[in-house]
């Protein structure tokens, strides 16, 4: 099979991890410890993609509470914004030039305005791989 006809759907995370935007910042933080996961995506009460908090973002939070004296927060206050979400159909070739081209490690995938899985370039390398 050619990287050209493998598509985000054939590689991706579908067992996700969803955090709130209310969520505590460092309950989040405990839970991308616990499951040995660099980010995830952020989602409100709809299901849809808010934003997505990663391992440099909750590096913010202890640089903050560490200066500041101050403990934690919402999710919300933290997490990257607007997070860059693809189409479940994308072809892993595409991915892995997003993945030169942004600074992202991760991006949620949709299909169909819905949040199904989630895509890392660890995901791009297996890929690679498989083809070797």
């Known amino acids: 099979m050619a990287l050209q006809s493998i598509t985000v ?4 995370a579908t ?9 505590d910042v460092l309950d989040a933080i405990h839970l991308l410890l616990q499951n040995h996961i ?3 995506p952020v989602v409100d009460n ?3 993609v808010v934003g997505i908090l990663s391992e440099k973002d909750c590096i913010k939070v202890a640089l903050t509470g560490g200066y500041h004296q101050e403990r934690g927060g919402k999710v919300a206050e933290y997490m990257t914004p607007d997070a860059k979400v693809i189409d ?3 072809s892993m070739v595409d991915l892995a030039r997003m993945f030169l081209d942004d600074p992202y490690r991760r991006y949620p995938v949709m299909d169909d305005n819905r949040l199904v899985g989630q895509i890392s370039r660890r995901d791009v390398l297996r890929a690679l791989e498989a083809l070797w």
């Open 15 to 23: 067992n996700l991890v969803t955090l709130k935007p209310d969520m």
């Open 88 to 90: 479940v159909s994308t």
């Open 46 to 48: 709809l299901g849809n």
């Open 9 to 12: 759907k054939d590689y991706m």
């Open 38 to 40: 660099s980010g995830a």
